[in-house]
């Protein structure tokens, strides 16, 4: 199952546990509702600005969806296998910082990372210095140029107690139970 499948999956146990319709949560995200259903089932197209909106009304941080329902050693397991960087406490776009720091980490230019991400030094650029356009799908291009989940790299630099935080949350409000 793909990141983006596993983000709608995501959506939608946190909407149906809280007792909201799709019409409610596309409302106060400022979304249309076949919008929503389109995140809901997937969509590639999403920005990292409708996930944070969409988390917002779902109370939870838009960085764990598709997260919160593995397990504890499943993801802590992922997360130890992320290279030494330092631990920052940013907010949902610390992934564009994250990709500057890999990117300069490997020693590859803006345009060798946009070849490698199969998209123009300027989306890339864009990217990098957090334009709110940012869509999931080019985030997982750039992941897998680094041969790296969308988790990992959301994750690079955030301290592993708040990354657990978080999906502790999240899995309150979608009422799992691990």
Excluded: W
Excluded at 24 to 31: C, D, G, I, P, Q
Excluded at 68 to 80: G, K, P, Q, T, Y
Excluded at 83 to 94: D, I, N, S
Aim: aromatic share 4%; proline share 2%; glycine share 4%.
């Amino acid at each position: 199952m793909s990141d983006l499948v596993k983000i709608g999956k995501s959506i939608v146990l946190l909407r149906n546990e809280q007792g909201l319709t799709q019409e409610e949560v596309a409302f106060r995200s400022n979304l249309s509702v076949s919008r929503l259903q389109s995140i809901e089932y997937g969509c590639q197209n999403t920005t990292v600005d409708t996930l944070i909106r969409i988390a917002k009304v779902l109370k939870v941080d838009s960085r764990v969806f598709g997260l919160f329902s593995r397990s504890d050693s499943e993801i802590l397991s992922e997360i130890r296998q992320l290279p030494p960087f330092p631990k920052r406490r940013g907010g949902a776009l610390q992934i564009c910082e994250n990709i500057v720091m890999l990117r300069k980490a490997e020693h590859l230019t803006q345009k060798q990372l946009a070849l490698l991400s199969n998209m123009s030094v300027v989306c890339l650029r864009d990217i990098e210095h957090g334009c709110a356009n940012i869509t999931t799908n080019k985030l997982l291009c750039i992941a897998e140029a680094f041969d790296l989940s969308l988790v990992k790299l959301s994750a690079l630099t955030m301290p592993e107690e708040e990354l657990m935080d978080m999906i502790y949350k999240a899995r309150d409000r979608a009422g799992i139970r691990l």
